[in-house]
């Protein structure tokens, strides 16, 4: 009967052979300790020289097994206090994020990332809408210069916002497709994000209005009240703040609704959903995330607000020198609710600074939030690593570049 050749087991042991005894120079053993090992001549069925298998309690060489030159995929270094472990899985990143539920600093850093990445695409997409955006609120603010007193403001803001949700709207669809395409780590241009976003930018333009009026008129409808009541010149002060208090009330509410649709336009321009459909996806991918979807999104927010704040003060406060003149000047002269030129220029630029780099950070962290839902309710890492073209994921390239179609909750 032939003995099978190679190394026994991680943890398993061959008893001695019959008659070997211990050395003369041998240590004695010590109580409540296992013998040492002796020297015996090899087992039957290994080569001379070769390493013997463990004797009892004796641990075998970590990294070791029998019949194997290296240790086995998956043993990782020897944890504190002996025995085995296994090192943890990595999960794929084949772009600027790990294909996995994430975190609140992977999020984060997958914004960064992304901008830092496709900085040609990101910054230029944003670069151009804020030149846009700004060019026009420079240029009502400086057609009208004042006229209208304290409401140039509002004028300005009325004229000016039906571009402003325009180019808007076009910069989230494009950035949306710079997104889906950095995950899979893969490069992206302009035209191929013009190409993907184009035909569903009327769509997201729709979306965007729907959004909005729903959240508008929630706090419109908070507010009638007391708007009814002023209207008809009374002015009670006890009731005038009951009624604020009822209009307060609202913001909530909106902020509430708000949250539900958030996650909307990505589901809109990747799975490629009517305006409707991508309403309630949205709803049921917030649905038991309200709170840290809402938390992410608010910081997000803060973070973008900080770091605008500190590229523009600069830019404001040197206008504010360059035309203090003209500014204490047109006081003197009582024209109220307009600002010099160059004053009004220079805040112009500060924006435009300010607005490319905030721009693509707060539209990246939409995007990736939607992904990240996703993957906790619908497994899309999967996907996204065939997508990748992951081999050990049976990947083969990334056949649909508006993404996988969305599973079914």
């Known amino acids: 009967m032939t003995d099978t050749p190679g190394w026994a087991s991680p943890g398993s042991s061959e008893p001695p052979r019959d008659g070997a005894r ?47 030159g290296a240790p086995p995929p998956g043993w990782g270094p020897q944890p504190p206090g002996g025995g085995y472990g296994w090192a943890a899985p990595q999960s794929p990143k084949p772009g ?31 670069l151009g809408v804020a030149v846009v955006q700004q060019g026009a609120s420079l240029g009502a603010q400086l057609a009208i210069q ?17 571009l402003s949700m325009l180019l808007g709207v076009v910069a989230s669809a494009l ?28 769509q997201l333009l729709g ?15 908070g507010f009638a009240p007391l708007i009814g009541y002023l209207v008809t010149g009374a002015e009670e002060p006890a009731i005038v703040g009951l009624l604020v208090v009822v209009g307060l009330l609202s913001l909530p509410v909106a902020i509430w609704i708000g949250i539900q649709l958030s996650l909307a336009a990505p589901a809109l321009m990747l799975e490629k959903q009517g305006v409707i459909t991508a309403l309630s996806r949205s709803r049921r991918l917030v649905r038991r995330s309200w709170w840290r979807i809402c938390g992410i999104t608010v910081l997000s927010q803060i973070i973008a607000a900080v770091v605008g704040g500190v590229i523009s003060t600069p830019f ?11 500014f204490v000047g047109q006081v003197d002269a009582g024209q109220s609710g307009s600002m010099p030129a160059a004053m009004l220029v220079m805040m112009a630029i500060g924006g435009v600074l300010a607005s490319t780099v905030t721009l693509p950070f707060t539209a990246t962290i939409g995007v990736l939030l939607y992904v990240d839902q996703r993957i906790r309710r619908e497994a899309l890492d999967i996907e996204l690593a065939r997508a990748a073209g992951l081999p050990e994921h049976g990947g083969t390239g990334w056949g649909d570049q508006a993404g996988p179609a969305p599973a079914r909750l």
């Open 22 to 68: 211990p050395s003369a120079d041998a240590p004695a053993a010590v109580p409540g300790q296992s013998a040492p090992p002796q020297d015996t001549p090899p087992a039957r069925g290994t080569a001379p020289g070769a390493p013997q298998p463990p004797y009892p309690g004796q641990q075998p060489a970590w990294g070791t097994r029998p019949g194997h």
């Open 96 to 126: 600027v994020i790990p294909l996995r539920p994430l975190g609140l600093g992977e999020i984060l850093d997958g914004a960064v990332s992304t901008v830092r990445k496709h900085w040609r695409v990101t910054l230029g997409l944003a």
């Open 146 to 162: 004042g006229d209208t007193g304290d409401l140039t403001p509002v004028l300005t803001a009325l004229i000016s916002l039906p």
């Open 175 to 202: 950035l949306t497709m710079v997104v889906s395409r950095a995950i899979l780590g893969q490069a992206v241009s302009i035209g191929d994000a013009w190409r993907d976003a184009r035909p569903r930018l009327l």
């Open 207 to 221: 979306l965007t209005l729907l959004t909005g009026l729903i959240a508008g008129g929630i706090v419109l409808l």
């Open 316 to 326: 404001t406060i040197a206008g504010m020198v360059i035309g203090f003149d003209d």
